[in-house]
């Protein structure tokens, strides 16, 4: 099952996916908003500095106007807040936190008000963790399910057709058998470890998200066959995924490879004449 993991992944490896990680932007509840949560390393027992930025989900920049409310928490109780109703007119805030130790911090924004109009209460959850590396949000969904977050920033929105490709295969072939399940866990604690900064990446240039789209189209194509196939039993998702995986090494390295060689070859021959 590693070996198959680490074979899903070589595709992946065609994007930078050794960039930070101390950055995350994610969508309320209902999504009004997207909120961005970054910060610089953190030490325990020292002050780290949040930086929060209230984002317009269409325009793509900074929504001025918020009223918010914010909560760091631990297993053990609140660090931090929650603080009274509080407004920013900037849409953009600093908040100096102390974590006490290492751990799993949750960090709980609360938005009720955009351009001094009250709004029905949304929320978004930030999982954050503190220990010898920098901290690594992940995203929380509150139905257990994590989302695609590079699949969707590429795409505009998980309602197109390719995000809910994806979903489906997900949910209704993967992780209907143990093996898909561990696959997916396997896979979501390296995948959510540089989507986020990938998706940021996306959001903030055009030009990377249409090489990203580019990147993903050959992947999603090959993907679509799994729709098409009886994957209900251990077998049949090793058997399929084997022959996926391998497809798509032969599609990102093997041709691009293959292509490098006959360029070399020629070159080679062209000299010699």
Request: glycine share 6%.
């Amino acid at each position: 099952m590693k070996l198959l993991i680490i074979l899903f992944l070589i595709p992946l490896f065609i994007i930078p996916v050794f960039a930070q990680t101390n950055s995350q932007t994610l969508p309320t509840e209902k999504g009004t908003l997207e909120v961005k949560l970054s910060y610089d390393e953190s030490i325990p027992g020292q002050q780290t500095k949040l930086n929060i930025d209230f984002i317009n989900p269409f325009t793509k920049k900074i929504q001025e106007h918020i009223d918010y409310k914010i909560t760091v928490s631990k297993d053990t109780g609140n660090i931090f807040g929650p603080i009274p109703l509080t407004h920013t007119s900037l849409g953009s805030v600093k908040i100096p936190v102390e974590f006490i130790d290492d751990g799993v911090y949750h960090i709980v924004l609360e938005i009720e008000g955009i351009l001094f109009q009250p709004i029905p209460l949304e929320k978004v959850s930030f999982e954050v963790t503190v220990g010898e590396y920098l901290m690594q949000p992940v995203q929380t969904p509150q139905d257990g399910k994590s989302g695609c977050l590079i699949a969707t920033a590429t795409y505009g929105t998980e309602l197109a057709p390719q995000v809910q490709q994806l979903r489906e295969l997900r949910d209704g072939k993967l992780l209907q058998t143990e093996s898909g399940t561990s696959f997916m866990n396997s896979f979501n604690l390296f995948y959510y470890s540089f989507s986020p900064t990938i998706a940021d990446w996306e959001r903030e240039s055009p030009v990377f998200k249409e090489i990203v789209k580019i990147t993903l189209t050959p992947l999603i194509s090959s993907l679509s066959i799994l729709n098409h196939v009886d994957m209900d039993s251990e077998i049949s998702v090793f058997s399929y995924g084997t022959s996926l995986i391998l497809l798509n090494v032969g599609m990102y390295v093997g041709i691009p490879v293959f292509g490098i060689f006959k360029i070399y070859q020629f070159k080679k021959n062209k000299v010699q004449l």
